[in-house]
T-cell receptor, first 114, second 111 residues
Framework: DGGITQSPKYLFRKEGQNVTLSCEQN?????MYWYRQDPGQGLRLIYY???????QKGDIAEGYSVSREKKESFPLTVTSAQKNPTAFYLC?????????????FGPGTRLTVT | SQQGEEDPQALSIQEGENATMNCSYK?????LQWYRQNSGRGLVHLIL?????REKHSGRLRVTLDTSKKSSSLLITASRAADTASYFC???????????FGKGTKLSVIP
């Protein structure tokens, strides 16, 4: 069963704690992405990775960090430096450097920080 | 910054009616895509239209693109209750595989 998995579906943390969101894909895609979605809003790009051991900042990278040690995995850490971390986080992937251009999305993780 | 802007923000129609959503963008694009998001779920790709195309069909979906006006429309014909979702347009610029999303149109189809 191919696809992208994100875990957990819901995550609760206290303010000041770092938290890591998991994203795994078995689609053999090179590129992976992390987006943040706030209520009634579109998606904003946090970080993306085109290849293992390489990643770039997106539009709203401050307060977040990522790693890409394996092709299948692209975990996102929300650090205590992120001012407003409560949001819905979506991971996506696509083949690198060629069409199709569409991205494949995971089911998302809803993070609540109090 | 977000490039796409969907219009309307919300749309409520009766089952069987057609639904039209519009998307405007600001800079030159390589392609424009439409995605659907059911409440609390991930996005699902619906259709992609390239900058040199004017119209594309997929099942009950019809997408148009007017690059001179920097706008696109998504038409869903004979809507069903299962079409209830938020719909987003996303643009990709020349030489880029990154997507820039709009804020979406929330469609409610009433049975």
């Amino acid at each position: 069963d191919g696809g992208i998995t994100q875990s957990p579906k819901y995550l609760f943390r206290k303010e000041g704690q770092n938290v890591t969101l998991s994203c795994e894909q078995n689609l053999n895609h090179d590129a992976m992405y992390w987006y943040r979605q706030d209520p009634g809003q579109g998606l904003r790009l946090i970080y993306y990775s085109q290849i293992v051991n390489d990643f770039q900042k997106g539009d709203i990278a401050e307060g977040y960090s990522v790693s890409r040690e394996k092709k299948e995995s692209f975990p996102l850490t929300v650090t205590s430096a992120q001012k407003n971390p409560t949001a819905f986080y979506l991971c996506a992937s696509r083949p690198r450097d060629r069409g199709p251009y569409e991205q494949y999305f995971g089911p998302g993780t809803r993070l609540t920080v109090t | 910054s977000q490039q796409g802007e969907e219009d309307p923000q919300a749309l409520s129609i009766q089952e069987g009616e057609n639904a039209t959503m519009n998307c405007s963008y600001k800079t030159s694009i390589n392609n424009l895509q439409w995605y659907r998001q059911n409440s609390g779920r991930g996005l699902v790709h619906l259709i992609l239209i390239r900058s040199n195309e004017r119209e594309k069909h997929s099942g009950r979906l019809r997408v148009t693109l007017d690059t001179s006006k920097k706008s696109s429309s998504l038409l869903i014909t004979a809507s069903r209750a299962a079409d209830t979702a938020s719909y987003f347009c996303a643009t990709s610029g020349a030489g880029s595989y990154q997507l820039t999303f709009g804020k979406g149109t929330k469609l409610s189809v009433i049975p």
